[in-house]
């Protein structure tokens, strides 16, 4: 008997309204699969490790992974408006940024990537010292003053104003207006050595489960509510709006040319290695 595939993704409201048909068995013929729910830098860090055959990672770490995985075009997080948002106590110019203390909640996260590529050019003489803090720390601190900005991705964009906190830069806005693409975010990626036509096999499963959940909100609410971290229903029901899109179903050709441009720009500026051509192609 073939063993399931294991997979981990985020309990973030997108993720397990996305992967939720498949994950629980309301997909006729899709692979059986048992499930980890992490925080996107243990995910990360499975993939470096090449941990588990399924995960969503950022595409901050995909260079990293590509030797032992394939990226999926169905599933992941690529969008418009989504981007991560840098706050601070007080609504000061970039150049105040210089020499600030920045908390972030990982630094092989997209996010942090998105934070580099917009302090090159807006930060002259760059930031002072980079702090790694969980995620639901980072508005807390900047709020009391133990860093002097902090950034912050997913419902933070919603919720930010309870801690009294101004939005400094809003990357993703910035990555639009200097590239016309949407902003790319997490990545689903699948063990090579699964072999190619179960690779093909996943993707489709994944646009499978998108569609459901699409058009049976209902059936995966309690679930995704379950698992949102405490976040309020009207916060989850935005953070699913902003987050699952036409992107989610199939990157296109639009989302490839933004997860190109991300890559090749990154590994310009040597934020990130070189990806060869072809290498997000799946085989």
């Given at each position: 008997?073939?063993?399931?595939?294991?997979?981990?993704?985020?309990?973030?409201?997108?993720?397990?309204?996305?992967?939720?048909?498949?994950?629980?068995?309301?997909?006729?013929?899709?692979?059986?699969?048992?499930?980890?729910?992490?925080?996107?830098?243990?995910?990360?860090?499975?993939?470096?490790?090449?941990?588990?055959?399924?995960?969503?990672?950022?595409?901050?770490?995909?260079?990293?992974?590509?030797?032992?995985?394939?990226?999926?075009?169905?599933?992941?997080?690529?969008?418009?408006?989504?981007?991560?948002?840098?706050?601070?106590?007080?609504?000061?110019?970039?150049?105040?940024?210089?020499?600030?203390?920045?908390?972030?909640?990982?630094?092989?996260?997209?996010?942090?990537?998105?934070?580099?590529?917009?302090?090159?050019d807006?930060?002259?003489?760059?930031?002072?010292?980079?702090t790694?803090?969980?995620?639901?720390?980072?508005?807390?601190?900047?709020?009391?003053?133990?860093?002097?900005?902090?950034?912050?991705?997913?419902?933070?964009?919603?919720t930010?104003?309870?801690?009294?906190?101004?939005?400094?830069?809003?990357?993703?806005?910035?990555?639009?207006?200097?590239?016309?693409?949407?902003?790319?975010?997490?990545?689903?990626?699948?063990?090579?050595?699964?072999?190619?036509?179960?690779?093909?096999?996943?993707?489709?499963?994944?646009?499978?489960?998108?569609?459901?959940?699409?058009?049976?909100?209902?059936?995966?609410?309690?679930?995704?509510?379950?698992?949102?971290?405490?976040?309020?229903?009207?916060?989850v029901?935005?953070?699913?709006?902003?987050?699952?899109?036409?992107?989610?179903?199939?990157?296109?050709?639009?989302?490839?040319?933004a997860?190109?441009?991300?890559?090749?720009?990154?590994?310009?500026?040597?934020?990130?290695?070189?990806?060869?051509?072809?290498?997000?192609?799946?085989?």
């Amino acid at each position: 008997m073939t063993p399931p595939l294991t997979l981990a993704h985020s309990p973030c409201p997108n993720d397990t309204f996305v992967f939720h048909a498949w994950t629980h068995g309301l997909l006729p013929g899709a692979p059986e699969v048992e499930v980890t729910l992490a925080d996107i830098d243990v995910t990360n860090g499975l993939a470096e490790r090449a941990g588990l055959d399924v995960l969503k990672v950022s595409y901050g770490v995909l260079p990293y992974v590509l030797g032992d995985y394939a990226l999926l075009p169905s599933g992941g997080a690529v969008g418009r408006g989504c981007g991560p948002l840098l706050l601070g106590r007080e609504p000061t110019g970039p150049a105040a940024l210089a020499g600030a203390r920045i908390a972030v909640p990982a630094t092989r996260s997209t996010a942090y990537l998105l934070l580099r590529l917009w302090a090159a050019d807006a930060v002259p003489g760059g930031f002072g010292e980079i702090t790694v803090m969980p995620f639901h720390e980072i508005m807390p601190a900047v709020r009391d003053g133990a860093v002097d900005a902090g950034l912050v991705i997913h419902e933070a964009r919603f919720t930010y104003g309870r801690h009294a906190l101004h939005c400094l830069a809003d990357l993703g806005e910035e990555w639009e207006k200097r590239t016309g693409l949407p902003i790319p975010l997490g990545a689903i990626v699948a063990r090579r050595s699964l072999g190619d036509t179960l690779l093909r096999r996943l993707a489709d499963t994944l646009r499978a489960s998108v569609r459901a959940a699409r058009e049976h909100p209902a059936a995966s609410r309690s679930y995704v509510l379950a698992n949102a971290q405490e976040m309020t229903p009207d916060v989850v029901d935005r953070h699913i709006d902003l987050y699952v899109n036409s992107f989610t179903a199939d990157l296109g050709t639009e989302g490839r040319q933004a997860v190109r441009t991300l890559l090749d720009r990154s590994a310009a500026q040597g934020l990130l290695p070189a990806v060869p051509p072809g290498a997000l192609e799946l085989p």
